[in-house]
């Protein structure tokens, strides 16, 4: 039970370093400013309308691939200097053990991630304020926003927010809101988890910042995957079988018959790959020196 | 004569370069010991070994009876600060040891605010670290190794950033911690030091550790 509090009370340490962080009011910062932008169009929308928009923008504004750039690199910013040797850690690891202090550590990273997610939706719904209504259904406004781009004259509105609109439009025949919120929600946690924990190992293995180049080529591995998949000559969206980032996008994800990973496809991939990383966490952790590590 | 410490032919080497060669020593329970020598000379590396932050390449290291990585990963009943002391800077002095005391449970408030006390912080100050001068932190550093009562104490530069008086009541507290019967382990470039506290003094020197008289280490 004191072993279990010991974890809980290193993530939490971790948390009460934000207070004092400048790279955690940068993630802040850039959160607060990207979701601004990116609902701005829905905004525009709804007041033009003068109708309201669902609570279930969320899902597709991890439609489009720059948009997952700017989210996912803020992320590898807060965590890019796991596993956050800093000069505390020789004083906590004395105390509590090497195996605590990186399950504390692990425990961090879920939790920040899920904070991260939690955060991003948060002001997405914020920023749509006062124009959002709750409502089973997508509503009015999400449905236009799907309309394909020749016939959508809504794109006038959007300037800050592009949808995939054939993607958009499957996803709502295919899903109900609150499963494609969901999906999404866990999805953008766990790509979150995925990548903390890469930068984790990658950062124990080899030298610190390494992780952070090792987190965002999956992250740039994505936006050109959809580039790819889209291209004239090059249609090939297997890719996406090997972009975990990418099935945080549900549009990427298999919807009747096309040849993308369907969902049950990428949760459990996922879940092995971040099994497989706490375990090398662990593993690695076991025989590494305890030293105070430069920030990055 | 019990010893506290037993250092069997550790060597510790990074990529080709030979940071401890041959290391055999013993410490004594209930003593003042002290290591000299140069910067890069060995000595926080072999403190780091003492205390399992680092593996020995070749060799043995043996603290309170239990073998280090072997019996144990990081020995118990032992306290230490080896180069900057690190805490939270957002936070109190107090705040921060209650914050370590909490894991292993070994010290109530009563103690870190006694510890403080000794060491010349006011534990009911609201003052954040982030604030503290360079010798309080290292009375808060020196504090948070005293305060669980370990038995061992590792001390890499305990008198760095402290004035002539901070000085003087560090030394007294580690004179009145060896009546208590602490081991105490200190590393110091200031030669006075070691030669004012020590019973017994060595010297490090390019990774090779030898014994020397207090009175050749002035």
């Known amino acids: 039970m004191d072993k279990c509090k010991n974890v809980f009370r290193i993530c939490g340490n971790n948390f009460s370093k934000w207070k004092n962080s400048p790279r955690a009011f940068i993630c802040l910062s850039l959160i607060i400013v990207f979701m601004y932008d990116t609902t701005a169009g829905t905004r525009a929308l709804t007041a033009a309308q003068n109708m309201a928009v669902t609570p279930w923008l969320f899902p597709f504004i991890l439609s489009y691939p720059v948009n997952f750039c700017v989210i996912y690199l803020t992320l590898i910013l807060l965590f890019c200097d796991a596993p956050f040797f800093d000069e505390q850690f020789p004083y906590l690891c004395m105390r509590a053990g090497r195996l605590i202090w990186t399950a504390g550590q692990i425990l961090y990273i879920f939790a920040a991630s899920f904070v991260f997610t939690i955060l991003n939706y948060g002001f997405s719904l914020l920023f749509c304020l006062p124009n959002l209504a709750f409502s089973e259904n997508w509503g009015r406004i999400l449905r236009m926003m799907s309309m394909p781009a020749s016939t959508n004259f809504t794109k006038l509105y959007l300037t800050g927010i592009m949808f995939d609109s054939a993607g958009s439009a499957n996803v709502m025949d295919t899903y109900t809101p609150i499963q494609a919120l969901l999906i999404s929600l866990l999805f953008m946690w766990l790509a979150g988890v995925f990548l903390g924990l890469l930068m984790f190992v990658v950062n124990l293995k080899a030298h610190q910042g390494a992780g952070a180049l090792a987190s965002s080529f999956f992250v740039i591995f994505n936006f050109f995957a959809f580039a790819f998949s889209r291209g004239q000559g090059f249609k090939a969206p297997i890719i996406y079988y090997f972009s975990p980032i990418s099935w945080v996008n549900l549009t990427q994800l298999q919807m009747g018959s096309n040849a993308r990973p369907p969902l049950s496809y990428a949760l459990t991939m996922m879940s092995i790959i971040i099994i497989v990383l706490i375990g090398l966490s662990l593993k690695i952790m076991k025989r590494r020196e305890i030293e105070v590590l430069p920030e990055i | ?218």
């Open chain 2, 1 to 218: 004569m019990e010893t506290a410490i037993q250092v069997n032919h550790v060597n510790k080497q990074f990529k080709e370069i030979k940071v401890l060669k041959d290391i055999n020593v013993s410490f004594e329970k209930g003593k003042i010991h002290g290591l000299i020598g140069r910067n890069g000379s060995g000595k926080t590396v072999l403190m780091k070994c003492i205390c399992g932050f680092m593996k020995p390449t070749s060799g043995s290291i043996t603290v309170d009876g239990k073998q280090v990585g072997k019996d144990v990963d990081i020995p118990q009943n032992l306290g230490a600060i080896i180069e900057a002391p690190g805490f939270l800077p957002g936070y109190s002095g107090f705040r921060n040891l209650k914050f370590l005391a909490d894991i292993q449970k070994k010290a109530d408030s009563a103690q870190i605010e006694e510890m403080m006390e000794r060491v010349g912080l006011d534990p009911k100050s609201k003052k954040h670290v982030s604030k503290y001068s360079l010798g309080m932190r290292q009375r808060l550093g020196i504090a948070q190794a005293i305060m669980e009562d370990p038995d061992i104490l590792i001390l890499d530069e305990p008198m760095n950033g402290l004035d002539n008086h901070g000085v003087e009541d560090i030394r007294k507290l580690l004179f009145d911690l060896k009546e208590e019967g602490k081991t105490i382990l200190i590393a110091s470039h200031s030669a006075e030091d070691i030669a004012v506290l020590c019973d017994t003094v060595h010297e490090m020197d390019a990774g090779v550790l030898s014994q020397v008289q207090k009175e050749d280490s002035l």
